[in-house]
């Protein structure tokens, strides 16, 4: 269930171990800006959602359905373009983060964020990492999320876990993560690289 925080409360009250311990490295890791960008790339944000559970952090991520405009089957993170009335990004990756996955922006604290990737669907991204009360109940929009999925940063970090290999059209190789018959690529796997590193 949400576990909405008093009117008035301060974010950083609510802060405390392994929170202090993520806004530190999250302040701590470099941060990149993207070349070639232009006015043609939409913006969008989205929300890296960490929470704990029985003692492990865990990554919030969702499986799209095949009838979304945009990365159709792909595992990503809550998020997506900026709308006129979204004043920043944040409020972006909130928004939709609400609509996706009835998240309330209320019950959200803000960590960090990390560099902005460019896609190659034409998207400046601005990922942003927060962390969420437990206990929560996730409930999917049907529409947009086929899958919600709970991820354990341990099993990201196993190198198992982690191939790399050209695609074509693609320059350079590609990163992509595998957990159970589950497989990251693309932007997620480029953002979640990021994430790895500041808390490895």
């Given at each position: 269930?949400?576990?909405?925080?008093?009117?008035g409360e301060d974010s950083?009250?609510?802060?405390?171990?392994?929170?202090?311990?993520?806004?530190?490295?999250?302040?701590?890791?470099?941060?990149?800006?993207?070349?070639?960008?232009?006015?043609?790339h939409r913006r969008a944000?989205?929300?890296?959602?960490?929470?704990?559970?029985?003692?492990?952090?865990?990554?919030?991520?969702?499986?799209?359905?095949?009838?979304?405009?945009?990365?159709?089957?792909?595992?990503?993170?809550?998020?997506?373009?900026?709308?006129?009335?979204?004043?920043?990004?944040?409020?972006?990756?909130?928004?939709?983060?609400?609509?996706?996955?009835?998240?309330?922006?209320?019950?959200?604290?803000?960590?960090?964020?990390?560099?902005?990737?460019?896609?190659?669907?034409?998207?400046?991204?601005?990922?942003?990492?927060?962390?969420?009360?437990?206990?929560?109940?996730?409930?999917?929009?049907?529409?947009?999320?086929?899958?919600?999925?709970?991820?354990?940063?341990?099993?990201?970090?196993?190198?198992?876990?982690?191939?790399?290999?050209?695609?074509?059209?693609?320059?350079?190789?590609?990163?992509?993560?595998?957990?159970?018959?589950?497989?990251?690529?693309?932007?997620?796997?480029?953002?979640?690289?990021?994430?790895?590193?500041?808390?490895?």
């Amino acid at each position: 269930m949400s576990a909405r925080r008093p009117a008035g409360e301060d974010s950083d009250e609510r802060l405390s171990g392994w929170l202090e311990e993520a806004r530190r490295r999250l302040a701590a890791a470099p941060r990149e800006e993207p070349e070639g960008v232009s006015e043609a790339h939409r913006r969008a944000g989205v929300l890296v959602p960490l929470f704990v559970r029985e003692g492990r952090l865990l990554v919030l991520l969702t499986r799209r359905t095949e009838s979304v405009e945009h990365h159709r089957g792909q595992i990503s993170f809550p998020g997506g373009g900026q709308e006129p009335a979204d004043e920043t990004l944040y409020a972006t990756a909130l928004r939709e983060t609400e609509e996706e996955l009835a998240i309330a922006p209320a019950d959200v604290v803000l960590l960090g964020s990390l560099s902005p990737i460019v896609t190659i669907t034409n998207f400046y991204v601005e990922p942003f990492v927060a962390a969420v009360p437990q206990p929560y109940v996730w409930k999917p929009a049907e529409a947009e999320i086929a899958e919600v999925l709970e991820v354990p940063l341990a099993a990201l970090m196993d190198p198992a876990s982690l191939e790399t290999k050209p695609m074509p059209g693609r320059e350079g190789k590609i990163l992509f993560y595998h957990y159970g018959n589950h497989v990251i690529w693309g932007a997620t796997a480029r953002i979640l690289a990021e994430l790895l590193e500041a808390f490895r």
